[in-house]
């Protein structure tokens, strides 16, 4: 057994910083020394550890060296037959899965209210897909994903699926029946793939709610620059047994760059040995007491439950949209990670001293003083409970869609993804019916200033139809 708490990677990067090497090779910064300017001091710095693939450095494409004892410790970490390193975030771990998995021949569950890359994905394999509804908390409106019922319905009713893709734990943080789910479709011979972009700190503490992994999926990705000390676009991915990982490999070749970040790979193994560290720390514990303390200290109503310590979910004040509010809390100079109609989302750190704890809570206070918190009827998109769908391809050509006023465009079928950013869940996807509730909540969306990772027109009032023939 390696000791989880080592770094090989990271380490062999600063020994060869140490040794002031000549760089005659890329990248072309030259360990940090091409740089200038305003930022020269951080560059530097950073920069004499984002190395390539020279001699003892290993290829993260064919692991045999210190790439693959990082990979190694991670799998012993996380429990897993094996973890593979992503230097573009989960969302070439959720490609890689799909193309690994998804037949376009046979239907797929998908949980519906899936991150944007796993439609990715569908729409490149062409699969056949089997969308099913979340269940949405009927106080918060908020989804607490694929509730055993509904799943039993799906795979009562798809029998010649295969593959089940959920998504665990929501972004809001809620897990809902995760572990029933998995382990109903494993009982039923269904592989598992799950998004876990959000969870790569549930395992370390018992108190967080329960990971995919431990439930039991087959393929698990998790953003570890999401919730643990990691650089952006690191991510994990896991798999549940090693002939799996000879299935993933090949399409990772496929995603991954051919010159992936060392940086990101060396965060990647640091976050590891400090989760593994930190477990023992009780962070869920904590960060529940702060929940506590929080929620006693502001207005009624303010504070929102949801069964992830790491997320705080808090209303907006009466008079004000989410968005709107987020905006109030950055002249407190608290910046979230998410706002919509009615809340904001605040992202925890997996530790956090007390000092910042009460740093937090007292900007908090003073934002919410003298606030009126009133809980509203949640507007949020319904989804049909399961329904059978061919995932289109969102770039059709150009003489197959016409623009169409949003107002008028009820009954219409979209040619484009809608997706509203964060949180990167597609409120319409191409070849789905526009129905009037979804389009209410986009209105209001567009109206109140929420962001959309679509074209122009869309923030004009106008969607892409396809055309009737």
């Not at 990979?71 to 193309?99: C, D, P, R, W």
């Not at 569950?109 to 009927?138: A, K, N, W």
């Not at 809608?418 to 567009?446: C, M, N, Q, S």
Request: contains cysteine; negative net charge.
């Amino acid at each position: 057994m390696m000791n989880t708490k080592s770094t090989p990677l990271l380490d062999h990067l600063v020994q060869h910083a140490n040794i002031d090497p000549i760089s005659l090779h890329v990248p072309g910064h030259k360990n940090g020394k091409l740089t200038q300017g305003t930022y020269q001091a951080y560059y530097e710095t950073i920069m004499r550890l984002d190395q390539t693939e020279l001699p003892g450095f290993d290829d993260l494409h064919a692991p045999t060296g210190v790439i693959q004892q990082a990979e190694k410790l991670t799998a012993e970490h996380y429990q897993t037959g094996a973890s593979m390193f992503l230097v573009g975030g989960s969302t070439i771990g959720n490609l890689a899965m799909l193309s690994a998995f998804c037949r376009p021949s046979v239907p797929v569950i998908v949980q519906r209210d899936v991150h944007q890359s796993i439609i990715h994905g569908l729409e490149m394999i062409g699969v056949d897909v089997v969308f099913v509804s979340p269940t949405f908390d009927e106080q918060t409106g908020l989804s607490k994903g694929v509730s055993l019922q509904t799943l039993t319905a799906a795979i009562d009713a798809y029998k010649e699926a295969e593959v089940v893709v959920l998504s665990s734990p929501s972004y809001f943080g809620n897990v809902g029946e995760i572990e029933h789910v998995v382990q109903y479709a494993k009982k039923n011979n269904k592989r598992v793939l799950v998004d876990e972009a959000h969870g790569a700190h549930l395992h370390s503490d018992e108190q967080f709610p329960v990971s995919s992994l431990k439930a039991g999926a087959d393929v698990v990705v998790q953003s570890a620059h999401k919730t643990l000390p990691a650089l952006t676009m690191g991510a994990y991915l896991h798999v549940r047994n090693q002939d799996d990982e000879q299935k993933i490999r090949p399409w990772l070749r496929r995603f991954q760059s051919s010159s992936p970040s060392y940086l990101i790979m060396a965060s990647l193994d640091a976050a590891r040995a400090y989760v593994a560290k930190v477990g023992s720390k009780e962070p869920a514990r904590r960060l529940w007491t702060f929940h506590d303390e929080l929620k006693a200290s502001l207005p009624k109503d303010t504070y929102v439950p949801n069964e992830d310590p790491l997320k705080l979910v808090l209303r907006a004040p009466e008079q004000v949209t989410g968005l709107q509010w987020e905006k109030v809390l950055q002249k407190q100079q608290i910046y979230v990670e998410l706002s919509d109609h009615d809340y904001v989302l605040l992202f925890l750190p997996l530790q956090m001293e007390a000092e910042e704890a009460m740093d937090l809570k007292t900007r908090l206070i003073h934002a919410y003083a003298d606030q009126r918190v009133k809980i509203k009827k949640r507007q949020f998109p319904y989804y049909p409970t399961y329904t059978r769908a061919t995932i289109e391809k969102a770039f059709l050509v150009e003489h197959d869609v016409e623009l169409c006023s949003m107002k008028a465009s009820v009954g219409e079928i979209i040619a484009e993804n809608i997706v509203p950013y964060p949180p990167g869940i597609p409120l319409f996807i191409a070849g789905e019916t526009i129905d009037a509730k979804r389009l209410r909540y986009l209105l209001e969306w567009v109206s109140q200033g929420g962001k959309l990772q679509n074209e122009e027109h869309v923030r004009n009032g106008q969607v892409l139809v396809r055309k009737l023939r």
